[in-house]
């Protein structure tokens, strides 16, 4: 049986009697009694950390003790009452205030107190947890955290030591050595001293003459070996090193800060919140902080080691051989990968914690430590993702001031091409999963939630406003006015463009996304689109006055519903062409998918992205090009790097273009390549076709089918001949005789399951409520389509107008030639039911027949026609496509190269006058054309120098007569206008940090002053005032119109506004601070928060990504992209390869500033207000601000 414990009963009483003398805390207490529910009042007296209590005040002996070491005391809430007492007694219970002390170890019940007053029991609460020592418990914690790092250093020490001693004893034995042949030396010399005696006895005249000899062979060698000093110190060698070892010690100080950030994010934020979790009542979970500091511990041990290795190096100096030190680093970098691919979800997991109010609290207070400098958790978390490039950077620094034949060459050459290749694989990693985030972003803002979302095949292309109008019944649209309040209001959509599927939303107030119930998500397989309103019909052409041309139509024809259009309105003619550009290519994509599915695979059970793949020539590494992991938007293997010439044939191929290649394309061209040669290989394409295009490209399309030979014959005619598609087919010619009722999509052919010219399925029988068929447009259900072969009389053609009058009729396309024709089974022709062979169709069947060999009857003219037919219409559509794309999308090109505008409307106009054009190629030319000869009529925007010029107000305003919305909008308004006018290719090349920026980035730097200035207006304005109730009500309205800029998606105007607020001049004047009302200075809090460059301004960004155009981003930020983009990566490979994986980057930056420039602020602009706010008379400089500000406030005495 275990002992009771014993104790000192003299010292114990000894500690009572001091606590009842000296105690920290004294005074009646009520304490819970443990067998039932009473409480006795006992007189408490706390000494150090323990507490005594007594039956009374007068009492010498205790009656009881507590150990409050390692305690915690909590509040706690009234005891319920088992009857109701009268109610002042039960009024008086209720004033009476509880609190428990718990004990870290078990077994040991919690004792119950409460007092009379709530201010005597919130005393004796903290009175109990400082007698806990619970900081001192952290303190010792820390300490000995401490202590085990100083006995590692310790350790290391006695190591060195040890080193020291051997070198020492080494050192002891040279010694030895040396003295030995000090002996060895002085018995020779001993043995020569009778020779050394006859010299004694020359005469002294010689002896001075040698002595002058002597010193002038000293001096000409201290001379000689002076100036090859000199020499070498002014040595481009020399120079070279000098470089080299600055490189070295830059590195060394970059090393020590990043180990530093690594130890405070292991010791300020890991370790405590692992106590934390460990914690009785957690604030986070031991999962939550792995997730979120995945490896951050062992990088920091890691990164450590190599600290010390180069602070050892530096120790040896002039001799830095690092490449060793590399060597032991690189194998352990591959932790990097995971932190990488983790960082994002790590970023995530803290977000979701800090919806926890315990833990933002205590991540706060972390936060709050004087070696963080007012850094947040985040940026910690970000620090390694940059380590790598920056260790590539260096070490291509360091190559370039190593001489080739240096010993650690080859070793440095290796470390950076193994970290390259690491990087390479972390930037894959990261570029897969971009789209994957944008599109979950996207999905969990829609309320119901949309599965195609999480389809990774799914690339998102652009979103942005538009106006639905409503009813559109029959292919007529309601008389509705574009101009009613209504219509702007209750029509404004959400839309937002994917690789395959188009979404229309609505956004609540809270801006949540609800997709539409009907027609809320579009397939694009099923859509046409309308560009332009037909001019033939009445009610198209009063809808298009009433719009403006600004609306387009998409016709839904889905497989099991009734077809139905869906007619948007763009703000401008430039979103609108932007709109149906996107949605075009889009749609080609999926086109020419469909037809290579056709064409190749005879059950259409395979996709062409997985037939493209399956072909090791598309996507092969060679030594002009190489590809990443990434698939893009056709889901083909991204182009990492390639010369100029696959870059050009890529753009050119005719088997699929992606549109995130041409975009990246047509966006950064200019760094590799000129707008002439893009154009010279276009031309070449359509002129040249057989001999321009690779035959690598046109293998694909008559390759031979050898799995296709023994199909069964078809009513006993060869398969060649009436080759079926299977159902539904991807391509088909369109229901509508006409090519103008309705413009397709693509400029090959509209996608639709039921032919109405060709009947190549049995359901080509069935009808529409919007399409209309004649008996004479179209061959019987049960027949089958066959190819005629007849030979081709171009001269006939041409000789007879009765035969054009034929041949141009709806039925058939005046280029198709003329072997191919409609021929009913029996043999018989029908000559009035020649219907149209659509491009599409005619591609089809001419590749299916060229799979299988040529079909009887053709001769090898015929086989050359067919061949020569399908290739031109098909590069004469690649051709069209991208001019299209370059036009739409980027009219800026042609609007400042003149030359480049001729040469595309000469190829232009050469195309319409080739006589084989399809029609709709011909309306498509028509409208590239007419899109590129046409002034800009449209172009309403205000330009900055048209406002500047506007000086015909009578007397400008002033600051206290403008209402803070008039300023708000206004500088939104001038914001936007000098945003929209930077042209893209301004972003190329880092062009504003050159010598001469003015000139090769004018906007760019124009945007900067104007920025400058607005900044310098809002500070002069705030200074002009000489009381302090002026300035502070000033201070108010400024951020008031900053909050108005916030809501106007003007972020670049709150950060004028705001960095005005923030400078020396106005931030140090306190009196006016004081008078500046605490609902202002907590909105400034919010702004501040909301634009702050934390995390690489994170929050700016998530809140751009949230909001709808039109918007004015901060510039600055992407400039900072951009940079780090441009400093980060070549722009070629060593072999002269375009490095397309740095253009991706830098046109994906590009894209989404164009995005907020192409939507403009429906804002009337007032002189008035702009010629306050464009004064510049207004303006003090910073150097008079500062001084007025201290005549205002002079400083205090030290």
């Known amino acids: 049986?275990?002992?009771?414990?014993?104790?000192?009963?003299?010292?114990?009483?000894?500690?009572?009697?001091?606590?009842?003398?000296?105690?920290?805390?004294?005074?009646?207490?009520?304490?819970?009694?443990?067998?039932?529910?009473?409480?006795?009042?006992?007189?408490?007296?706390?000494?150090?950390?323990?507490?005594?209590?007594?039956?009374?005040?007068?009492?010498?002996?205790?009656?009881?003790?507590?150990?409050?070491?390692?305690?915690?005391?909590?509040?706690?809430?009234?005891?319920?009452?088992?009857?109701?007492?009268?109610?002042?007694?039960?009024?008086?219970?209720?004033?009476?205030?509880?609190?428990?002390?718990?004990?870290?170890?078990?077994?040991?019940?919690?004792?119950?107190?409460?007092?009379?007053?709530?201010?005597?029991?919130?005393?004796?609460?903290?009175?109990?947890?400082?007698?806990?020592?619970?900081?001192?418990?952290?303190?010792?914690?820390?300490?000995?955290?401490?202590?085990?790092?100083?006995?590692?250093?310790?350790?290391?020490?006695?190591?060195?030591?040890?080193?020291?001693?051997?070198?020492?004893?080494?050192?002891?034995?040279?010694?030895?050595?040396?003295?030995?042949?000090?002996?060895?030396?002085?018995?020779?010399?001993?043995?020569?001293?009778?020779?050394?005696?006859?010299?004694?006895?020359?005469?002294?005249?010689?002896?001075?003459?040698?002595?002058?000899?002597?010193?002038?062979?000293?001096?000409?060698?201290?001379?000689?070996?002076?100036?090859?000093?000199?020499?070498?110190?002014?040595?481009?060698?020399?120079?070279?090193?000098?470089?080299?070892?600055?490189?070295?010690?830059?590195?060394?100080?970059?090393?020590?800060?990043?180990?530093?950030?690594?130890?405070?994010?292991?010791?300020?934020?890991?370790?405590?919140?692992?106590?934390?979790?460990?914690?009785?009542?957690?604030?986070?979970?031991?999962?939550?902080?792995?997730?979120?500091?995945?490896?951050?511990?062992?990088?920091?041990?890691?990164?450590?080691?190599?600290?010390?290795?180069?602070?050892?190096?530096?120790?040896?100096?002039?001799?830095?051989?690092?490449?060793?030190?590399?060597?032991?680093?690189?194998?352990?970098?591959?932790?990097?990968?995971?932190?990488?691919?983790?960082?994002?979800?790590?970023?995530?997991?803290?977000?979701?914690?800090?919806?926890?109010?315990?833990?933002?609290?205590?991540?706060?207070?972390?936060?709050?430590?004087?070696?963080?400098?007012?850094?947040?958790?985040?940026?910690?978390?970000?620090?390694?993702?940059?380590?790598?490039?920056?260790?590539?950077?260096?070490?291509?620094?360091?190559?370039?001031?190593?001489?080739?034949?240096?010993?650690?060459?080859?070793?440095?050459?290796?470390?950076?091409?193994?970290?390259?290749?690491?990087?390479?694989?972390?930037?894959?990693?990261?570029?897969?999963?971009?789209?994957?985030?944008?599109?979950?972003?996207?999905?969990?803002?829609?309320?119901?939630?949309?599965?195609?979302?999480?389809?990774?095949?799914?690339?998102?292309?652009?979103?942005?406003?538009?106006?639905?109008?409503?009813?559109?019944?029959?292919?007529?649209?309601?008389?509705?006015?574009?101009?009613?309040?209504?219509?702007?209001?209750?029509?404004?959509?959400?839309?937002?463009?994917?690789?395959?599927?188009?979404?229309?939303?609505?956004?609540?107030?809270?801006?949540?996304?609800?997709?539409?119930?009907?027609?809320?998500?579009?397939?694009?397989?099923?859509?046409?689109?309308?560009?332009?309103?037909?001019?033939?019909?009445?009610?198209?052409?009063?809808?298009?006055?009433?719009?403006?041309?600004?609306?387009?139509?998409?016709?839904?024809?889905?497989?099991?519903?009734?077809?139905?259009?869906?007619?948007?309105?763009?703000?401008?003619?430039?979103?609108?062409?932007?709109?149906?550009?996107?949605?075009?290519?889009?749609?080609?994509?999926?086109?020419?998918?469909?037809?290579?599915?056709?064409?190749?695979?005879?059950?259409?059970?395979?996709?062409?992205?997985?037939?493209?793949?399956?072909?090791?020539?598309?996507?092969?590494?060679?030594?002009?090009?190489?590809?990443?992991?990434?698939?893009?938007?056709?889901?083909?293997?991204?182009?990492?790097y390639a010369s100029v010439e696959r870059l050009l044939e890529r753009l050119t191929d005719l088997r699929f273009l992606s549109i995130d290649f041409l975009n990246t394309f047509l966006h950064t061209y200019r760094i590799f390549t000129t707008a002439a040669v893009v154009l010279g290989k276009l031309s070449d394409i359509y002129k040249r076709p057989f001999t321009s295009i690779p035959v690598r490209s046109l293998e694909l399309f008559f390759a031979t089918s050898q799995n296709s030979r023994g199909e069964h014959l078809v009513d006993g005619k060869s398969p060649r001949l009436c080759r079926k598609f299977s159902s539904p087919p991807p391509l088909a010619v369109s229901r509508t005789s006409s090519p103008v009722r309705a413009r397709k999509l693509s400029l090959t052919s509209p996608l639709n399951s039921r032919i109405g010219a060709l009947d190549l399925t049995a359901s080509s029988a069935s009808s529409s409520p919007t399409t209309t068929h004649s008996p004479a447009a179209s061959p019987p259900p049960h027949t089958a389509a066959v190819l005629e072969s007849a030979p081709v009389d171009r001269a006939g053609v041409e000789s007879s107008p009765a035969a054009d009058a034929t041949e141009l009729s709806p039925c058939r396309s005046p280029s198709t030639p003329r072997h191919l024709r409609y021929r009913q089974p029996g043999g018989q022709t029908a000559d009035n039911s020649h219907c149209s062979v659509s491009p599409a169709s005619a591609f089809a069947i001419a590749t299916a027949a060229a799979g299988h060999g040529s079909p009887p009857g053709f001769n090898n003219t015929e086989r050359t026609c067919d061949k020569e037919f399908i290739i031109r219409r098909t590069a004469t559509n690649r051709v069209l496509n991208v001019l299209r794309h370059w036009v739409s999308k980027h009219a800026q090109d042609f609007e400042l190269n003149n030359e480049l505008k001729m040469n595309v409307l000469n190829l232009l106009e050469e195309v319409l006058r080739d006589p084989d054009l399809l029609p709709q190629e011909r309306k498509a030319t028509a409208n590239i054309l007419r899109a590129l000869s046409q002034d800009d009529q449209d172009d309403i925007h205000l330009k900055l120098e048209d406002i500047i010029q506007l000086t015909d107000c009578p007397k400008a305003e002033c600051f206290e007569t403008l209402s803070a919305m008039e300023l708000a909008e206004q500088i939104t308004l001038l914001d936007h206008i000098v945003f929209r006018s930077i042209p893209y290719e301004e972003f190329l090349g880092q062009g504003w940090m050159k010598l001469d920026k003015n000139e090769r980035t004018p906007y760019i730097m124009k945007t900067s002053q104007h920025f400058n200035d607005m900044s310098n207006l809002v500070a002069s304005q705030i200074m002009n005032y000489a009381d302090v109730g002026s300035r502070a009500n000033a201070i108010e309205k400024w951020v008031a119109v900053a909050d108005i800029c916030r809501c106007l998606h003007n972020y670049n105007g709150v950060l004028e506004i705001t960095s005005a607020l923030n400078r020396s001049a106005i931030y140090r004047l306190k009196k006016t601070w004081a008078k500046v009302s605490k609902q202002t200075k907590a909105l400034m809090d919010k702004l501040q928060k909301t634009i702050s460059s934390e995390g690489r301004f994170k929050n700016l960004r998530e809140t751009l990504k949230n909001c709808n155009p039109p918007a004015?981003?901060?510039?600055?930020?992407?400039?900072?992209?951009?940079?780090?983009?441009?400093?980060?990566?070549?722009?070629?490979?060593?072999?002269?390869?375009?490095?397309?994986?740095?253009?991706?980057?830098?046109?994906?930056?590009?894209?989404?500033?164009?995005?907020?420039?192409?939507?403009?602020?429906r804002i009337d602009h007032q002189p008035k207000v702009t010629q306050y706010l464009l004064d510049k008379a207004l303006i003090i400089d910073e150097d008079t601000l500062y001084e007025l500000s201290l005549k205002i406030e002079p400083r205090l005495p030290a």
């Open 1 to 640: 049986m275990q002992k009771s414990v014993r104790y000192n009963e003299g010292h114990a009483l000894y500690l009572a009697f001091l606590a009842r003398k000296e105690g920290t805390k004294r005074g009646f207490l009520s304490k819970k009694a443990t067998e039932a529910s009473r409480w006795h009042e006992k007189w408490f007296a706390l000494y150090q950390n323990v507490l005594f209590y007594f039956e009374g005040e007068q009492s010498c002996r205790p009656a009881g003790m507590y150990l409050l070491e390692g305690c915690s005391c909590e509040r706690a809430l009234a005891p319920p009452r088992a009857g109701a007492g009268p109610g002042g007694s039960r009024d008086a219970l209720d004033k009476q205030y509880y609190f428990t002390v718990l004990f870290g170890h078990e077994g040991q019940k919690p004792l119950e107190l409460r007092c009379e007053e709530e201010q005597d029991g919130k005393e004796w609460m903290e009175a109990i947890h400082q007698a806990s020592y619970a900081d001192i418990l952290i303190e010792r914690e820390v300490l000995m955290q401490k202590y085990i790092h100083l006995v590692q250093i310790v350790e290391t020490e006695k190591i060195a030591a040890n080193q020291l001693r051997h070198q020492l004893e080494d050192q002891d034995t040279e010694i030895e050595r040396l003295k030995s042949e000090i002996i060895a030396l002085n018995k020779t010399k001993e043995r020569m001293r009778p020779y050394q005696s006859n010299q004694e006895d020359e005469d002294p005249d010689i002896k001075k003459i040698k002595k002058v000899q002597s010193f002038m062979r000293g001096w000409l060698c201290r001379r000689k070996w002076k100036t090859i000093v000199q020499d070498y110190i002014c040595s481009p060698h020399a120079e070279s090193m000098r470089k080299r070892n600055q490189i070295v010690f830059n590195m060394v100080e970059a090393e020590s800060e990043y180990v530093h950030q690594l130890y405070i994010l292991v010791n300020g934020f890991l370790r405590p919140l692992r106590m934390a979790a460990s914690s009785k009542k957690p604030p986070i979970s031991h999962d939550d902080v792995s997730s979120i500091f995945l490896n951050s511990e062992t990088i920091m041990f890691l990164h450590e080691i190599f600290h010390q290795g180069l602070k050892a190096r530096i120790a040896n100096w002039p001799t830095l051989i690092l490449a060793d030190l590399f060597d032991i680093l690189l194998p352990m970098l591959n932790i990097y990968q995971e932190f990488v691919r983790n960082h994002q979800y790590s970023l995530q997991v803290l977000a979701n914690c800090k919806q926890n109010r315990d833990f933002d609290k205590l991540l706060k207070q972390y936060e709050a430590n004087p070696a963080c400098e007012g850094r947040m958790l985040e940026t910690f978390l970000t620090y390694p993702m940059f380590q790598i490039p920056r260790y590539i950077i260096t070490l291509h620094e360091l190559l370039a001031h190593t001489p080739h034949e240096h010993v650690e060459r080859k070793s440095l050459e290796f470390a950076k091409s193994k970290l390259e290749e690491l990087s390479r694989v972390m930037h894959d990693e990261v570029s897969d999963t971009e789209n994957i985030r944008k599109n979950l972003a996207i999905e969990r803002m829609i309320v119901e939630g949309c599965d195609i979302l999480l389809d990774t095949s799914q690339t998102f292309i652009r979103q942005g406003s538009l106006i639905q109008v409503p009813s559109v019944e029959r292919g007529k649209l309601s008389k509705v006015r574009l101009g009613s309040l209504s219509l702007k209001k209750e029509g404004e959509r959400q839309c937002f463009l994917f690789t395959k599927h188009f979404l229309i939303c609505t956004r609540s107030s809270g801006g949540k996304l609800h997709l539409l119930k009907t027609g809320g998500v579009l397939s694009l397989i099923e859509c046409t689109l309308v560009e332009e309103p037909d001019t033939s019909d009445d009610d198209s052409k009063g809808s298009g006055q009433v719009f403006g041309h600004l609306d387009f139509k998409i016709v839904v024809e889905p497989p099991d519903a009734a077809p139905f259009t869906v007619v948007l309105l763009a703000p401008s003619r430039q979103e609108k062409a932007a709109w149906t550009s996107d949605i075009s290519q889009c749609v080609d994509n999926i086109r020419c998918n469909g037809l290579m599915t056709i064409v190749f695979e005879e059950n259409s059970k395979v996709s062409v992205p997985h037939m493209i793949k399956s072909d090791a020539r598309l996507h092969k590494d060679d030594t002009d090009i190489c590809f990443s992991k990434t698939l893009n938007s056709c889901k083909v293997p991204q182009i990492r």
């Open 1112 to 1161: 004015v981003p901060y510039l600055g930020m992407y400039l900072t992209d951009l940079a780090f983009i441009e400093e980060g990566t070549p722009n070629f490979t060593e072999e002269g390869l375009v490095n397309f994986s740095k253009m991706r980057m830098i046109s994906h930056i590009i894209r989404e500033i164009r995005q907020f420039q192409q939507t403009s602020y």
